[in-house]
């Protein structure tokens, strides 16, 4: 059965730095991608971030280019998102989400997600 | 870049079939996948590659797609199915994921 374990939630002042861990298992780890998808309270939906199952390439929102960075420790079977330059509208419930698939697909989704960590950004 | 458009909300009376809609213009191109999420839980895939179930979820959520809009239709409704539904793309010149505004279903 495959478990995404989120931690690393909780409250930054504005301007601050959080790092968000995902451990995973039941799955062979390193085969798959994984993003961060985000929810603000009350609000939908928002992919942040993915990562390649080797690491190699990443992308990103333009919401959090240049603030965010993501990446994994395949021997450690964990995904991190570290988050800079924190702002208030970067408050929201962080979900780890792994993908169907690892390498070249003809479409691209999540088949299971964490229960997600909160971070607040607040004064 | 991807914008897909939901309808805020649907209501339909138990046992009746729901249909909650996703347009946008890139659709047609694009495979649409689709997501439950009851309150104060994370989402769950519903329907992924346009019209495929996982498993696990029941033969009366379905998916389909036609020109610029995808279609995910609930049959004989139950309480239990009030949620948020969200579809979802692939961008496949940027290797974004994109998330619709979600559509809020409520079982009268």
């Known amino acids: 059965e495959v478990q995404l374990l989120e931690s690393g939630g909780g409250f930054v002042q504005p301007g601050g730095s959080l790092r968000l861990s995902c451990a995973a298992s039941g799955f062979t780890f390193s085969n798959y991608a994984m993003s961060w998808v985000r929810q603000a309270p009350g609000k939908g939906l928002e992919w942040v971030s993915g990562?390649?199952?080797?690491?190699?390439?990443?992308y990103y929102a333009d919401s959090v280019k240049g603030r965010f960075t993501i990446s994994r420790d395949n021997s450690k079977h964990t995904l991190y998102l570290e988050m800079n330059s924190l702002r208030a509208e970067d408050t929201a419930i962080y979900y780890c989400?792994?993908?169907?698939?690892?390498?070249?697909?003809?479409?691209?989704?999540?088949?299971?997600w964490g229960q997600g960590t909160l971070a607040t950004v607040s004064a | 870049s991807f914008v897909l458009t939901q309808p805020p909300s649907v209501s339909v009376a138990p046992g009746k079939t729901a249909r909650i809609t996703c347009g946008g213009n890139n659709i047609g191109s694009e495979t649409v996948h689709w997501y439950q999420q009851k309150p104060g839980q994370a989402p769950v895939l519903v329907i992924y590659f346009d019209s495929d179930r996982p498993s696990g979820i029941p033969a009366r959520f379905s998916g389909s797609k036609s020109g610029t809009t995808a279609t995910l239709t609930i049959s004989r409704v139950e309480a239990g199915d009030e949620a948020d539904y969200y579809c979802q793309v692939w961008d496949s010149s940027s290797d974004h994921r994109v998330f619709g505004g979600g559509t809020k279903l409520t079982v009268l």
């Open positions: 990562i390649s199952g080797s690491g190699g390439s990443t």
């Open positions: 989400a792994k993908d169907n698939c690892g390498g070249t697909c003809d479409s691209h989704w999540f088949d299971s």
